[in-house]
């Protein structure tokens, strides 16, 4: 079985671009996380789907981000625009049942 | 925020029980104690999880004090890829009105010597 994929592995920007960021889930897992870790700092939690719908985006930063899950099957996480202080890993993580959540190898965001 | 308390980092020589312990003073009744661990530039991965017993599964051991307040993780024979950040982490049984995230504290860095 598939493990959560994200893409890309890497990613360099200039500050003030735009970059999507990409997670698919475990086939089946209807719960979807965004999470990320910034230089120095602790994971944080960013947001929860239940497949489509947004449950809890209490962890998203600012309104320079924005994730979707059309159709419940991926996500995206746009960052619009980028600042220095987004960079950091981004990890997704799926779920089947809430106890077990299943994290991909994360996203390494550098604003230059 | 994180309500655990975990040593910043362990040794363990390979081949040895490495025993992480976590305090989690303040532990709920209806919360569940989780041990995830993230291996160098991997996402986290989760370990074990209990409520009041003990649980053994492949990976570990989760000893969990008769008063909740504080538990260890047990892997009975470390080995050097067993290296990585362990996170002890509480949370209410889900659902929960905070959408079921998990708290990452900082962890302990445990470092299996040869």
């Known amino acids: 079985e598939a493990g959560v994929t994200q893409f890309p592995s890497h990613s360099v920007i200039e500050k003030g671009q735009t970059v999507t960021l990409r997670c698919d889930p475990i086939?089946?897992?209807?719960?979807l996380y965004w999470y990320r870790r910034v230089m120095g700092k602790e994971i944080k939690f960013l947001l929860h789907?239940?497949?489509?719908?947004?449950?809890?985006e209490s962890g998203m930063p600012n309104n320079r981000f924005l994730a979707e899950r059309t159709g419940g099957t991926y996500s995206t996480l746009k960052v619009q625009p980028a600042e220095l202080e987004d960079s950091g890993v981004y990890f997704c993580?799926?779920?089947?049942?809430?106890?077990?959540?299943?994290f991909g190898p994360g996203t390494r965001l550098t604003v230059l | 925020d994180a309500k655990t308390t975990q040593p910043p980092s362990m040794d363990c020589a390979e081949g040895r029980a490495a025993n992480l312990p976590c305090n989690h003073s303040?532990?709920?009744?209806?919360?569940?104690v989780y041990w995830y661990r993230q291996i160098h530039s991997q996402g986290p991965q989760y370990i074990i999880h209990?409520?009041?017993n003990n649980e053994t599964n492949e990976m570990a051991s989760l000893i969990i004090t008769e008063d909740r307040k504080s538990s260890t993780l047990i892997l009975p024979h470390a080995t050097l890829r067993d290296t990585a950040v362990y996170y002890c982490?509480?949370?209410?049984?889900?659902?929960?009105?905070?959408?079921?995230?998990?708290?990452f504290g900082t962890g302990t860095s445990l470092t299996v010597i040869p």
């Open positions: 789907f239940v497949k489509e719908s947004k449950q809890d």
């Open positions: 993580a799926s779920s089947y049942r809430v106890n077990e959540q299943f």
């Open positions: 303040t532990i709920s009744g209806n919360e569940y």
């Open positions: 982490i509480v949370r209410v049984a889900p659902p929960t009105l905070d959408g079921n995230q998990f708290y």
């Open positions: 086939s089946g897992h209807d719960n």
């Open positions: 209990g409520l009041k």
